[in-house]
Each structure stands twice: as structure tokens, then as C-alpha cells.
């Protein structure tokens, strides 16, 4: 049984916080948070302690933290539960900065103990069948990858200054799932974006809607699209052409309802945003992470998986400003 | 706060277990079973206490109970608990015998307690959202209506002979259905049924292919289909033609995944059978119970509707023995 | 080359014209009708003459005609033209009597002249493919077959009063498509009708919603659902569950666009009626048909299909006025 | 009646044909190629007579030609043809060499004679229903445009080695989709390409698989997917997100049918390659050239959106090379 404190009781936290307590090898025994409220809240509910993280880092008693505070402090915390003792399941995405997150790297990688990123969207079973599918020869050799990525409505500009950018903040995930599916990280890292949606985000310095396009060392293409603002709802699809055919997933809608009328068919539209699309995600991650601490098997998603999709961030970030090819080596 | 008792503690008495503790509104405090060792395994897991099921029907702490037990015992268990006055959601057919269920409205419904027939289905947000549209007049006056019900595979044909026939045990929910959709009972049943999945089901005296149809006052017709294998998985589906559209809710598929090769395209199964489809159906079901009970609002299916079902699925036997149409009110 | 002489100018006449005129192994030479300008017409576009239909029978030169007249003449026109030693389609259905089809079978069916019936659903490329796959075995042995038929919109009260009735009329499509699917007739034919959309219907004795269940002597079941109008479009879909899959044919769209907005996703409607939906079929069913006669192969349809539809449709229209089973060999 | 004069009689020349003689506006009354038995069985067919190009373009009696032949004549064709006063509809492209085509343009624009250029996929009913939903203003405005197009099988390489090249053979057609779709062309032009299909393509100098990004002016995006292999069918797709929805043409399948077993749902391909998906495509357009020029009113597709594609096409064959984006109005 892993015995887990869990770092921040936000609205991230209390999902992590079900599947923790759910899980049938997992104990959720702390929460902390910078609202002392919220820890003492989330903490009563599943019959945990409330405590300051520091408290928790330093309880021998706890074989795990699960880090889902803001961003920010996640090189900290890492470092500081790896230094415990303690697994780690971070949030995404490991530090703002490329040159911390790989300082948290160097720091943690001789130490032995298991670190894992929360890319929640390699867990969701969609694109979890389309890795397996394509990982057992389903299409042949992948050539063109796509990654549809919209969010229903974007963030309040006060939240977008902050963020790193829409390509650190929005489109890591899209850089981890291109990892995810090629296997290998990208040559070349080629970006377009604009503030369309909303100009104020540009005049925040950042873009609301990017096409960015990757190359491979074997002649493999990606092309990632990502917008800030889709009013049907949250649209996450992922699309790979290979040598023998093509695999596409697409979205989770909210019921399988359909009306014919005069005005035509109508259906229902894709489930709003990523607690509901991804909330399954989430349980197979947190099973994911609870199988390989316990059994000393390889976590799927590592912090060098984390420090990849920042460093194609980081050159998705430069190439829109040039409007030139990034390679990846180079940065 | 709700106080509940769940009388037992098998597959599905497991799975209301979940949505009890897991509601806002509602705790799971004892839990009875004839294996003894059930209801204390599934009474540990949610800090309750296994008890008897005469036990929790004489504790006035307890305000409810969820019968989950065999279905030669709902009605006996139905009637002690309305007379211990307790509230209660009963799981599906109320009994085998229309006379002994008639015979347990009459002995409860002066009691002014709350009774639930535990209908799942009209609670799957998919048909939930056909009803709700048809309510709202999206298509007009319902005409004809069309529920297509199949299981993946059989019940072992030691199940079918004491199961009371495929009308009273499947295809009740279908008849269910039919009520939900068009708020009243038919005037007319008639069946056709054949043995053609598995003959020893024929030996057995009963069917595994049915088709019914349904004629109504105002001229409205149903059709029901329902087989006993369709070995993709748990078909599911209700269509309705009214005067101004047509509505049509579908399977829940295991993944969104699609894969195109020179073979064709192929997609995923529907779920496999009505745990994993109905899952979300038992949470909105639970919710809907707490809520008519704690707030004192009708509540969604009576016990009358239990009966109804159960009167249509006695008029089908009878119809598909005789093959003439059974009039409804002549039962 | 086939020489072809057109009984019929009429909407029908002139989607067999083309297909006639463009088929590399035919030739348009006449056309008949009882408006004569509408035979000139139609002849003059093709380079064929506008002559009498006597005229036509007559004409040794002529090899095949096509029937596309009242149906009150068809049984007549087979009749005349198999004795003129020319190769017969004819539009469905033979006739409204099953008694005078009958004779028409016994006075034509010694002569070895080809008759062709026109049902053209068994040539749409959907069901087709249906049938064929069901042939191949890939869904093994058929249980359970479902037939939805609806139409956009009734015809006026005025054709319904000469029409036959709806079963003879409209359902009589798909009993052949029963039979095409099921390869044998069914046993009993049990019907129940109603006129809900439009009460004048029912005045004129007919029904304009019906469904329609065939059992089969192998314990096999059918179901066919009409109505005569469906605001949306032409809805016709077949089903087909077997011992090991299910097999489902859909509408043709109006096109592939969709459209997510706040308000849902919608998309394009079946197409309007069946010269849009079945257009295809009319050139593979003429192909069909000149490929049979030339090449001295089977028909695909036969006259005494065509019967069987027919005395299906009898059999429906019994069982609809009295509620019970009609058993088909008591015709 | 427009009076045509078809020049070149291959495989597309054949699908124009039927169309010139079908419309009941115009009349095919020559046809020429290169290799005159062609030309002759053609023009049998038709009941119209075959002829030099020469004869065919100094005849006063020939209101139109249609230019099918070879990519290197097209331009010279429409140059002589304009001189001889007939309204010209040719086939795409108009010309390999930029250069080339500006010349035409110039020196045919004064002539007052319509020249359509034939962009087939305007006429598509799918990307038509699209383009009239945008400017109806169904999705608002529009912010990010995704186009997929991608070939059964590659050509030999012996046609690559004088096509042009993968952006001005195939991808043009893409690049008149994006003008189609966006009402203006890109500010600059940035693609990606790899011989990833067949090493041989690479070898010819030349691209199999390729992604394109176009900016515009006023921020807005599109991205271009072409492959020369998915071996499951012709795939052509367009997407389209706007302020306030989105906007999705998907492919034309073989037929509807769908087979659901153990093994999971299966349902048919893409129609094979351009002749099945664009054959009602080529009717809506040869209406449309006929309309506009008996009807004196403006043609869908001028000489100018040919060159506006082909200077795209170029800017992507030096973009490909370099990496760096291309700014359109440097070229």
C-alpha cells in the first residue's frame, strides 16, 4: 500500500485526490496547500491529515508525494521529495525555465528514486489505443503525424502573462503526444502563431492560435494546431498516416443523441473540457505511476520526457518570433 | 444526510455500494448478505457494519434501503421495509408473479413512503437526453418508436429456467423503456419469439430472439427487439419517429479510435455489457433516489411503473405462446 | 446490342431512358406513352421514335421492353410482350390481385422469355454489399432482420385511395427486400397499422404508420417498420444480426459537411427520395437486366418475386385488419 | 447552346464529354489529341467529329473549347483560343512555369473573353456546402484552416521526374482550396517535405509527404497535409475553425454498410481516387463554366486564381528547399 501526501488541494488536486484514495494500493494520508482551508477541507473528506508540505516531505511515513501546486514550484518540490526518499508524480510542466528544469534533472537522476510527469493525455484510452495499435505494426512505418488541440475559451489575459506562453503553457501537451507517438523527439521545430482570437493576448506578447511542424531524423513529419478558443468544446484529436494506413482518434462526446429534423441532423458536441474528457486519464495515470513505484517497473512518462516537450516549447517559442526553423540540438 | 442499508452484496450490490458513499447527500452504514463473508468484505471497504438484512430493517437510524437481493425476495423485502417506515430503491423486476407485485403496491402504497423500481436504463444520459428532447417537443408527437436491445451472450440455460422467461427477465427493461418514452402503457402486445441462438433454451420453454410490438390508444406503435447474443457487445439502442424528427441514441463504444487500411476502416465495439455502459446510469439513478427522498419530490420510477412492465411482460409471454395479439387490460 | 422499346415516359420512364441509352450494350429505339407528347419528347433526346405501345410489342426488331406504366396495364404488358418473344422488366409491383399475377406467372412462365421484376433496392449498393457480405458468411447465419423504410413526406389521399394501400404500395419494396435478404419466405406475416400522421388516410381505410414482423419455419424473425413521412428526408436502413455480427446499412447524405457550434454539432440529411437515393441502383439493376438477357444468365429478380412480395403485402393487409398472425401458404 | 470543341481526349477529356453532351445547354461538336484514334472513338460516341486542335480553334462555328491535353500546351492553347474568340475552360495547372502563366495572363486578360481555369474541388458538394456555410456566416470568422489531401498510390517516377514536382502537381490543388476557403492569398509560405514513401521520389528530387503553413495578413492560419500514399483510398478533407465554430468536409465513402463482429466495427473506405470522389464535382462545374458564359455572368475560377495557386506552389517548392518561409510577394 503506498502511503501518499498529496501537494496542493486546487481543482487538479481533488482529482488526484479521488483516484488516490480509490486506488486499492494507494492511501491518501496528507494534503497540503497554500490555502490552509483547502487542504483541511479536501484532507477531512478522505480521512487525511492537513499539513504544511514541508511537514509531509519530511515524514518518513509517506512513500509518495503527488506535486499539484502551481507551476513554479514544481523543480523545488521535486527535488526536495526526491532528496526524502519519496516518489514523485509531478504535474506538468516541470518549470518554466529549460535551464531549471534541467538543473532538477541533474539533480535527481542519480538518486534512483522514480519521478514521474503528468502527462495525463498518454493515459487516455483513445490514444492509448492508438499508440498500442501503431507500436504493433497496425499501419506500418508512422510518416505524418496531426494533433488537433483546442480549448473551449481562453484563459483571462492576467493568466496568459504568467503562463510562459501558449506554447510552454498549451501546446507541451501536443509536444509530449508527438514524443509519445514518434518515439523520438523532432530535428527541426518550425512555428506560425497569431493573437487572433484575442488581441490583448497579443499585446501580452503571446498568440492565441499556432500551427507548429516538426521533422525527423527519418524523413517523419508532425504538424501540431492549437487554438485557445473552440465554443463547442474541448476538441483533442490526434491523426498518424503510415506505410499502411491511418489511425485517428478523436473526441469523447457528451451523449450519443441524434436528432433529424428539417434542419438536418444534429448531434451532440464534444465533452467540455479535460476534467471531462480526461477524467479517466487520470485513473489510468495514477494507476500507472502506483504499479511502477510499487513493482520497480519503468514509469511511462519520465522527467526527461518532461524536459523534451519543454525544450520543443522553448524552439516553438523562438521560431514564431523568427519566423525560422529551430533546430532542436541547438537550443 | 441520507442513512442507507444495502441489502445484498453481489455484482451490482457492489456497485451501488460506490455511488451510496460516494454521494454528497447519502452514507452506506450496514450491509447484509447470505454469504455472510460479502456483506462484511464490502461493509470494510466503506467503514460500514455487515449486518442482517432484519437487522437493518428494525434500526430507525437507518432511513433507507437498497434492495439488491434475488428477485424472489423484493416484494417481501419491499413491504417490511415501507412498514418499518424506511424509504426504498429496489432493484429490477419488482417480482416474477404480477399478482404477488400487485399484491405489494397494495400492501405499501397507503404508506406514503418513498418506493423506487430500479430501472437503470432511464437514467443513461444518452436515453435520458431522447426523453428530455421529446419532452421539450424537438421532434413533434411521438409515432413510432423503436428500442433494439441485445445482450453479448447468454445466461447459462440453468439461469433461463429459473429466470421467469426472456419477457419478465430482458426484455422488462425494454417495456420500461417503452413507458419512459411514451408515458403511458400500450393497449395491445404482440410477440413472436424464437429459440435460435440456443436450441436448449427452446427445451428450456423459453426464447432468445423476440421481437413485440406495442399498440397504443392514440395510435402510436412500439417495436422491441431483443436477442440474447450479439457477440460485438451490449447493443443498446432506442429510436423514436415522431412528427416533426426523428431521435436515435446509440451504443457507448470502448475508445474514439479509427483505423483506415486497404482492408477498410474498423472502429471499436460498444462497451461490453451493461456494467461498463450503465455505470453512469447507476450514479444519476442514486442521485435521483437522495434527492426525491431528502427533498421530497416524486420520485422518477414508481413502483406502479415496476408493475406496468411487469403486466406487458406477462401479456408478451402470453402472446408469444398463442401468437394473437394479448390486450393489456384483459390481464 | 440490346434494342429497347419503352412502355411509360413518366418520372420513372425517363431515369430508365438514360440508363438504357448510356449502357454500352443498349439502345433506346422506342418510346410509348398515353400522353403522346411526352413520348415524343422523351424519344426525340435519345434519337429514338415516339410510337404506339401495340406498335412496339409488335416490332420484331425490338428485343427487350422496359414497363413503366400504370400498374394496372403491367400484368397485361408482360403478358403481350412474351408473347411478342421479347425479353421483359418491369416496374414493381406485377400488380395489386395477387390473383392476376398469378395468372400472369402461369401464362408466361413456359415461354423461356426473360421477366424481370424492377425492384431496384436489391441493386443499391449498400444492401448490396449487405447481401453480399451475409452470402461471404461474415456474420454467420442469420437471426434477426430489421427494415426501416420510411418516406418524406405521404402522397396525396387521392393516389392512397388507388394505391393498393400501404402494404402493397410502399412496405411491398421491402418484403423483396426480406426475401433478398433472407433467401426464403417467411411463414407468418403478423401487422399492425395505424394512420397517425394523417387521419384522412385512415378514412380512405388505409394506414400510413406500420410495422410488420415475418417469422420464418428455421425460428429466423424480420421486423419492417413505415411511415409515410419522415420530415427529414428518406430514411432506409436495413440491419441484419446474425450468429457471429451484425450487419447495418445506412441512408446516403446530402453531403459530408459538419458543423460544431455552441449549439451542437450538425450534419447534412439522408437525401430527399429515392430518384436521389437509388439513382445508382437504377443503372446497376439495367445492367443487371441486359447482362442477364444478352448473356443468357438468371435473373436477379424474378416474376415470381415478385409474387412473393405480393402475397406478403396481401398477408399484411389481413393480419393489420384483424390483429392476428396470417399464416402465408393459406393464401 | 454552347458549341464545344474538346481538346484532348485522355481520361479526363472522357469524363468532360459525357458532361458537354449531357448538359442540356451545350452540345460537343469536335474533339482532338495527339493520338487521333483517340480523338475519333471520342468523338463517335458523341455524335460529334474529330479534328485537328487547329481546325478546332479557327472554326467560327465553336463557341467554347475545353483544354484537356498536357500541362506544357495549356498555355499556348489558351493564348490561341482567346485570340480566336472562344470562352475557355482548362485544366489545372496553367502552366509548370510562373513566368509562363503571368504571360498568358497578360496576354489574353484585354480580350474580354472568359477563361475558367479547372479547379474541380470548388465544385465538390462537400467543400461547396463548406465554403457557403463560412460566407453565410455559420461559424463567424475565420481563424484556422486545415486541408488534407492525400493520394491512393504515388505516380511512377518517371511522371514525377516531370511534374513539376509534389506543390505544383498535387498540392495546387490545395493551394486553390485554401484560396477558395480564405478569400485572399497567404502573406508567406513555409513547408516542410521528405521523400518518406519512396526513397526513389527523393532521388528525382522531389517530395512524397509535405505540410505547408500559410499566414495572412490578418493573422489568420492554414496548414496543408499531402502524402502521395494512404493505401486505404483518396482522402480529402477540409477543416476550418472559426470565431464561433468549426467547419469539417470529410471523404465519400464506398457505401454505408458497417459490420460490427468480435473482432470490433468495420465499415467501408474513401472512394478509391479522384474520378469516384470528384466525378459529381466535374457536372457541377462544366454547369458552372456553361452558365457564366451564356449568361455573361462572373466565372468561379479565373485565370488569375490559377496563377495565385502556382505562385504558392512555387514559394513552397523554394520554401521546402531553404526551410525558411517565403513571403509571396517577393516571387
Redesign the interface.
Known sequence: MLKVGLLGAGRIGQVHAVNIAGHARSTLVAVSDVVEGAAQSLAAKYGAQARSSDDILNDPAIDAVLVATSTDTHSDLIEKAVAAGKAVLCEKPVDLSLARAKACLAATKDSGQPVMIGFNRRFD??FG??QA?LAAG??GKA??L?I?S?DPAPPPVSYIKVSGGLFRDMMIHDFDMANFMMGAPPV?V?A??????NPEIGEAGDVD???V?L?YA????A?I?N?R?????Y?QRVEL?G??????????L?????????????????TYFFLERYMPAYVVEWNAFVTGVLDGTPLAVTLEDGISALAMAEAATLSAKT???VTLADL
Chains 1, 2, 3, 4 share one sequence.
Do not use: H
Request: a negative charge; aromatic letters at 2%.
Open positions: 484510452p483513445n489505443a492508438m495499435a497496425e499501419i510518416e505524418l496531426s488537433t483546442f527541426t518550425t506560425v502563431g497569431s493573437a487572433i482570437v492560435t499556432a500551427v511542424t521533422t527519418d524523413g517523419r513529419i504538424v494546431k487554438s478558443r473552440a465554443v463547442y468544446g476538441d498516416l506505410s499502411e494506413g491511418l489511425l485517428s482518434a478523436g473526441n469523447m457528451e451523449n450519443t443523441l441524434s436528432k433529424s429534423t428539417v434542419a438536418g441532423v444534429s448531434s451532440a458536441k464534444p519566423g525560422a526553423p
